[in-house]
């Protein structure tokens, strides 16, 4: 059993490289992909459109096979999908046919949880979403925000201790967005958790990680980990903004995106 605050590699890719084959064509979505990530780490991958994100955070869940190369967990060959490796995706990924706390205690239930620690389990939940009030409701009934956070907490309530999470709060509106982002650091930083946060945007990359994994376009390669420094678990975006260190990082991530930066240094590694 992993301990979730112990200072040791969790994931690692090692020399990845990813190929996809469509009609005839080649395409090579990563190349030479070399990250260490921590155990409690809360880590956003950011990178343009196309450069491989998804593909990583994939063969990270256990959903793709590298073409060659290694992706680790705890040391040992990543084989197939594992409760140990939650996924949010992108789109929308809550049952329409059950309620809030039925959603959010599904996995439970298929783990075999008792009811009455099942219960406690997602009511906790439902208050860290901020969702008192509609544990009846069903996803029909919500706004896409709330649909959101129910499928964030989904995939947390079983406490898998690597979750991935591929552009969840893409299709959620700007506003809702600031919410959701703060209370998912709030989240993290509350349950230790290793959290890979897959972003195209390099703001939301900067606010939420603990530093960030810059790509390149394709075939996405590792060009540098940018450290943030730790702003508690209470930071908020007003907070952020204001801070000049914080302002650097993000011109710095997007000259990395970009391709505009100079030298990058892909031997830097997070301390
Ligand atoms: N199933 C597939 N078959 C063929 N090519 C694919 C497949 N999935 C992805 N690709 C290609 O691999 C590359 C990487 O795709 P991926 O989805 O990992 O990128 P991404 O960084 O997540 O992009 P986005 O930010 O747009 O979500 C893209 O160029 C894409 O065209
Ligand atoms: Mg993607």
Known sequence: MIQLNERKPILQAINLRHEYEARGQKIVALQDVNLTINAGDFVTVVGPSGCGKSTLAKIF????????????????PIKGASSE???????LAVLPWRTVVGNIGHGLEIAGMPKAEREQRV?????????????KKYPSELSGGMRQRVAVARTWATRPPVILMDEPFAAVDAITRLTLQEELIRLARTTKQTVVFITHSVEEAVFLGDYIVAMSSRPGRVL?????????????????????RIEAIVSRVFELVRGRAVAPSTERQHA
């Open 224 to 244: 540098e980990i940018v450290p943030v420094p730790d702003m508690g678990i209470n930071r908020t975006w007003e907070q952020m903004i204001r801070d000049p």
């Open 85 to 91: 490796r939650g996924m949010v995706f992108q789109e």
């Open 123 to 135: 009511a906790e939940l439902v208050r860290l979403i901020g969702l008192e009030g509609f544990e």
């Open 61 to 76: 869940a256990g959903l793709g096979t590298p073409t060659s190369g290694e992706a680790l967990y705890a040391g040992k």
